[in-house]
């Protein structure tokens, strides 16, 4: 049994010391070190655990929400679902996960100073990979990249309205998904007809040729941000 000073343990301690704080004091070295009393950690180790300070503090709550939402699709019953719901039900599970809009809004706010602004691109990303795999995607060429390309932009879009939505229920947030997610369908269903006009599938297979080149772990530390500036 782990004891309560390992390092995960530590980890999960001083996260969950910092939740309380962030509504005040943001994603911030105040809140870690406010964290770090509150959970009777030992210093170093948190400090070894959050070397950036905040900044890790959010990455760390990001990824412990991907992960939740992955456990709890992994439990969910999606066979019956029209794969378009499916994607919405994953977004919307991914949300409702989260205890307190404010610890979310906080985030945004530290990932769109410059200086962190591609973590928090790779952030989405992973988010939507991590929705892409619970799905049960095992695409390996291009179709890799645009669907995490898309669904990032679905996503990040998501967030955005989600926290100024004051409807009940977050209903305006789930209408606006769907929305997003009609979109996106569209441009599936007209890829799905170019792949079967002639032309379309000549245009289709010069950049297919070079991206199945690439394989999908191999993505460049600024490939996430680069795609989704293109949405911006």
């Not at 606006?176 to 379309?200: H, T, W, Y």
Request: aromatic share 8%.
């Amino acid at each position: 049994m782990e004891s309560p000073q390992s390092p995960e343990n530590a980890r999960e301690a001083v996260l969950d010391a910092a939740l309380s704080h962030v509504p005040f004091d943001g994603w911030s070295e105040t809140t870690l070190r406010a964290a770090i009393t509150d959970s009777g950690v030992a210093e170093g180790l948190a400090r070894a655990l959050f070397p950036r300070g905040g900044i890790d503090l959010a990455v760390a709550f990001h990824k412990d929400g991907d992960r939740q939402m992955a456990e709890t699709l992994a439990k969910a019953d999606l066979s019956q679902m029209r794969f378009r719901d499916r994607v919405a039900f994953a977004i919307r599970t991914r949300l409702d996960l989260v205890a307190d809009r404010e610890l979310v809004r906080r985030g945004t706010t530290l990932f769109a100073l410059p200086q962190h602004a591609a973590e928090g691109a790779k952030l989405i990303w992973g988010t939507a990979d991590a929705i892409w795999l619970a799905l049960g995607d095992t695409s390996r060429d291009l179709n890799w990249y645009s669907k995490r390309a898309t669904l990032s932009a679905v996503y990040g879009s998501v967030v955005l309205y989600w926290l100024g939505d004051d409807s009940p229920g977050h209903q305006a947030t789930w209408d606006f998904l769907d929305r997003r997610i009609d979109d996106v369908m569209q441009i599936e269903s007209l890829k799905a007809k170019l792949r079967e006009n002639p032309l379309g599938k000549a245009l289709l297979a010069g950049p297919g040729r070079v991206m199945e080149k690439w394989r999908a772990p191999t993505v460049p530390d600024d490939l996430p941000g680069r795609i989704m500036n293109r949405f911006r």
